[in-house]
Nanobody, 127 residues
């Protein structure tokens, strides 16, 4: 059974950092495109960042460019999201997702075309 489990969420002050992790079980992530998405209360889910199976190409939403960094470690079967300079606009439930690549990572990410999803981890930014 394919399973993705996120961790690393929590409460952080504005300007602070968090590192989210997503571990996979039941399948190897090596050949999957991976992504991070978020959903705040009352808002639609939005793409945050995605990465190709090789790790050679990434996509970032404009709102997080320069602050967030996606990375993957296929040996550990995991994907990470380093979040720096967090602002009050970043709080949400963050989800990781996986999909066999079928088009550009930007297209997959912006359309949210991923079929395997984790349960999410809450990120709160507050002073």
């Amino acid at each position: 059974q394919l399973q993705l489990v996120e961790s690393g969420g929590g409460l952080v002050q504005p300007g602070g950092s968090l590192r989210l992790s997503c571990a996979a079980s039941g399948f190897k992530l090596d050949y999957y495109a991976l992504g991070w998405f978020r959903q705040a209360p009352g808002k639609e889910r939005e793409a945050v960042s995605c990465i190709t199976s090789s790790g050679g190409f990434t996509f970032y939403a404009d709102s997080v460019k320069g602050r967030f960094t996606i990375s993957r470690d296929n040996a550990k079967n995991a994907v990470y999201l380093q979040m720096n300079s967090l602002t009050p606009e970043d709080p949400a439930v963050y989800y990781c997702a996986a999909e066999s690549p079928f088009t550009t990572i930007q297209a997959m990410c912006t359309r949210g075309e991923f079929s395997s999803w984790g349960q999410g981890t809450q990120v709160t930014v507050s002073s």
